[in-house]
């Protein structure tokens, strides 16, 4: 071959390098141009109404509040819904007509929180500030056991994932209940053996069934009979999550702590919870929980507002006699006929 061509084709094999080398950064500059933005919280068909509340009517903050709650998403709106109804439980409280609403609206509270912790404990604080809501110690009955409840749904799905089993594990975390409860687990999680908690197990469940095998482990060979069997070439027949050992005994040790009866070691209460201190059930704590100024109560401009600041500015307005005239700065500034006569200073 002549050096001419030995030149021609180094040429096209390095235009073809930089051409494959452009595909991913091109398709990659699409995918980001095309991707649909986040869905925003369009406040308009509230603003009529939380422009309206005021606080000699907590009945209708906590109204607002239920509405605002039935869909929390986005997280937008459900801060907003939080908002109305720590603002509906602290003008309620204080107002002895309204003593119900306050214990409606940390009921709602209750509801919308995520942790089963917070959840408690709001309950507790409703049946303080409505005492009819507290339940008759005759009338406490056993907690239900059964295999359909949401701890051994948590540890089914951890197993579930564990072993590869994608489309099982899809069809448990679409449950809301399943999904409520490992969020509220998700700090247990990254401590027990699962790296990036939730989201970490989102991400391991899309990786089954293994493409080539089905998650069966073994493929037939080429030419081969049925029961002529080999490992599979992409999971080396290891369908499911490549573990340390720490980590499965630390998830191992979690499963086995979730299908524990009601009545738990103090060491495994420690070991998932971290030794947090109870919550005191104090009505005075709910806004500072939630990070709301019960100060600001009135809706303003987007923003929630003290009565002071929603107040129009007083001004001040200008005498007709004083209007146009300038003062001389040489001329005497006149006096009232009462006034002391002014002292001239001394001369040296």
């Given at each position: 071959?002549?050096?001419?061509?030995?030149?021609?084709?180094?040429?096209?094999?390095?235009?073809?390098?930089?051409?494959?080398?452009?595909?991913?950064?091109?398709?990659?500059?699409?995918?980001?141009?095309?991707?649909?933005?986040?869905?925003?919280?369009?406040?308009?068909?509230?603003?009529?109404?939380?422009?309206?509340?005021?606080?000699?009517?907590?009945?209708?903050?906590?109204?607002?509040?239920?509405?605002?709650?039935?869909?929390?998403?986005?997280?937008?709106?459900?801060?907003?819904?939080?908002?109305?109804?720590?603002?509906?439980?602290?003008?309620?409280?204080?107002?002895?007509?309204?003593?119900?609403?306050?214990?409606?609206?940390?009921?709602?509270?209750?509801?919308?929180?995520?942790?089963?912790?917070?959840?408690?404990?709001?309950?507790?604080?409703?049946?303080?500030?409505?005492?009819?809501?507290?339940?008759?110690?005759?009338?406490?009955?056993?907690?239900?056991?059964?295999?359909?409840?949401?701890?051994?749904?948590?540890?089914?799905?951890?197993?579930?994932?564990?072993?590869?089993?994608?489309?099982?594990?899809?069809?448990?975390?679409?449950r809301s209940d399943t999904r409520q409860r490992l969020q509220a687990m998700?700090?247990?999680?990254?401590?027990?053996?699962?790296?990036?908690?939730?989201?970490?197990?989102?991400?391991?469940?899309?990786?089954?069934?293994?493409?080539?095998?089905?998650?069966?482990?073994?493929?037939?060979?080429?030419?081969?009979?049925?029961?002529?069997?080999?490992?599979?070439?992409?999971?080396?027949?290891?369908?499911?999550?490549?573990?340390?050992?720490?980590?499965?005994?630390?998830?191992?040790?979690?499963?086995?702590?979730?299908?524990?009866?009601?009545?738990?070691?103090?060491?495994?209460?420690?070991?998932?919870?971290?030794?947090?201190?109870?919550?005191?059930?104090?009505?005075?704590?709910?806004?500072?929980?939630?990070?709301?100024?019960?100060?600001?109560?009135?809706?303003?401009?987007?923003?929630?507002?003290?009565?002071?600041?929603?107040?129009?500015?007083?001004?001040?307005?200008?005498?007709?006699?004083?209007?146009?005239?300038?003062?001389?700065?040489?001329?005497?500034?006149?006096?009232?006929?009462?006034?002391?006569?002014?002292?001239?200073?001394?001369?040296?």
């Amino acid at each position: 071959m002549t050096p001419g061509l030995n030149r021609l084709f180094a040429v096209i094999a390095s235009a073809g390098a930089v051409w494959c080398a452009g595909i991913e950064p091109v398709a990659a500059a699409q995918q980001r141009t095309t991707a649909p933005a986040a869905a925003e919280f369009d406040i308009t068909p509230w603003r009529a109404r939380l422009t309206a509340l005021d606080a000699s009517r907590p009945d209708a903050y906590l109204r607002l509040g239920e509405e605002l709650s039935e869909h929390p998403e986005p997280p937008e709106r459900r801060k907003l819904a939080e908002d109305v109804l720590c603002l509906a439980f602290e003008l309620g409280r204080h107002q002895p007509q309204h003593h119900r609403t306050a214990g409606s609206a940390a009921t709602a509270l209750a509801a919308l929180a995520i942790t089963e912790r917070d959840r408690r404990w709001l309950s507790a604080v409703s049946e303080i500030a409505d005492p009819s809501r507290a339940t008759p110690l005759w009338n406490v009955g056993a907690p239900p056991e059964s295999v359909d409840a949401g701890s051994y749904r948590v540890a089914e799905f951890l197993g579930l994932v564990r072993s590869g089993e994608g489309p099982r594990a899809k069809m448990m975390l679409a449950r809301s209940d399943t999904r409520q409860r490992l969020q509220a687990m998700d700090s247990l999680l990254r401590r027990s053996g699962v790296p990036g908690g939730l989201t970490g197990l989102e991400r391991e469940l899309g990786r089954w069934p293994c493409l080539t095998c089905g998650s069966k482990r073994v493929v037939r060979r080429v030419g081969g009979g049925p029961t002529d069997l080999r490992p599979c070439s992409n999971c080396e027949g290891k369908s499911g999550s490549m573990l340390s050992a720490e980590d499965l005994t630390a998830q191992l040790r979690l499963e086995s702590w979730l299908l524990q009866p009601t009545q738990r070691s103090w060491a495994a209460q420690i070991t998932a919870d971290g030794g947090a201190p109870l919550i005191d059930p104090d009505p005075a704590s709910v806004c500072a929980h939630y990070k709301v100024d019960p100060e600001r109560y009135l809706w303003r401009d987007g923003a929630w507002v003290s009565p002071v600041s929603a107040a129009p500015a007083h001004t001040v307005e200008p005498s007709p006699t004083d209007a146009g005239v300038e003062q001389d700065a040489n001329e005497p500034i006149p006096r009232n006929p009462g006034d002391p006569l002014p002292v001239s200073p001394s001369l040296p």
